[in-house]
């Protein structure tokens, strides 16, 4: 291998591991400051205001009632490998 290919190979995996993280971070703090933003008078929340309809038997609405201090959401670990190969190739 030589060192121009062995340089692209290193930049497209920090590019990888860099988009992927973000990618994951971004949706986790997602919650965060959409429940930040429910909080703002009525004619601003409604830019924040998500229809947020699942199954009542899988419990996924108890995010909404952590406290806004901590970074709570849910993401898929997939998703890391998702984003970051969308990004890679782009």
Do not use: H
Not at 2 to 20: C, D, N, T, V
Not at 48 to 77: A, H, M
Not at 82 to 87: A, D
């Amino acid at each position: 291998m030589s060192i121009k290919q062995w340089k692209k190979l290193k930049r497209g995996a920090f590019r990888f591991i860099l988009y992927g993280g973000v990618i994951c971070f971004a949706e986790v703090a997602y919650y965060t400051v959409s429940k930040l933003g429910m909080l703002l008078p009525d004619w601003l929340s409604w830019f924040f205001d998500t229809g947020w309809r699942v199954d009542p038997s899988l419990g996924l609405n108890q995010i909404w009632k952590v406290p806004i201090i901590t970074l709570y959401g849910q993401v898929s670990l997939w998703m890391f490998f998702v984003s970051g190969f969308i990004f890679y190739l782009y």
